[in-house]
T-cell receptor, first 114, second 113 residues
Framework: AQSVAQPEDQVNVAEGNPLTVKCTYS??????LFWYVQYPNRGLQFLLK??????LVKGSYGFEAEFNKSQTSFHLKKPSALVSDSALYFC????????????FGTGTRLKVLA | DTGVSQNPRHKITKRGQNVTFRCDPI?????LYWYRQTLGQGPEFLTY????????KSRLLSDRFSAERPKGSFSTLEIQRTEQGDSAMYLC???????????FGQGTRLTVV
């Protein structure tokens, strides 16, 4: 069964410092991986995706993610955190067996401290 | 606004009542998904439509839940005889036929009292 794991419930980082939010995955076949962000009482907002190609993918708001096949990881990164980046972040994998559903991790709350 | 639209945004209902939520996907998106999210958890898959065909239902979806997508456009999710455990955010998402990422609506927050 396909799954994603987000090992950290919360990540705290000082404004201006680099941030990393971790995600590992388990899939059969080639993974389609995604990061979404959720602000309070809002839906999920797409940040970036990895389908194929370069292992470093760039997305919205200065975020990027590094795909590592040997470590089955897809960590979200940003060189310099902003207070406004504080939100709930979800990693997801898309089922490749034909149903196309998205399987989400449990989420990581990012808190950027001024 | 050309995003995914969900109505209502909030719904408070008494236990035992029926509720229905509506989702209008992005125009021409063939795939439509319903998810449920409880506080502090990631979204859980409920069901998926390809056009008007419901292709998958989660085992989480009890017989009290039913979803439709007539004519492959908007979708409705109905919960019959609501229970307190149904209290959650219900999220709808859509994606184009050849797309990869899904686009989510703002969700409908259901509170069963």
């Amino acid at each position: 069964a396909q799954s994603v794991a987000q090992p950290e419930d919360q990540v705290n980082v000082a404004e201006g410092n680099p941030l990393t939010v971790k995600c590992t995955y388990s899939v059969s076949g080639n993974p389609y991986l995604f990061w979404y962000v959720q602000y309070p009482n809002r839906g999920l907002q797409f940040l970036l995706k990895y389908i194929t190609g370069d292992n470093l993918v760039k997305g919205s708001y200065g975020f990027e993610a590094e795909f590592n096949k040997s470590q089955t990881s897809f960590h979200l990164k940003k060189p310099s955190a902003l207070v406004s980046d504080s939100a709930l972040y979800f990693c997801a994998v898309r089922d490749t067996s034909g149903t196309y559903k998205y399987i989400f991790g449990t989420g990581t709350r990012l808190k950027v401290l001024a | 606004d050309t995003g995914v639209s969900q109505n209502p945004r909030h719904k408070i209902t008494k236990r035992g009542q029926n509720v229905t939520f509506r989702c209008d996907p992005i125009s021409e998106h063939n795939r439509l998904y319903w998810y449920r999210q409880t506080l502090g958890q990631g979204p859980e898959f409920l069901t998926y439509f390809q056009n008007e065909a419901q292709l998958e239902k989660s085992r989480l979806l009890s017989d009290r839940f039913s979803a439709e997508r007539p004519k492959g456009s908007f979708s409705t999710l109905e919960i019959q005889r609501t229970e307190q455990g149904d209290s959650a955010m219900y999220l709808c998402a859509s994606s184009p036929d050849r797309g990869t990422e899904a686009f989510f609506g703002q969700g409908t927050r259901l509170t069963v009292v």
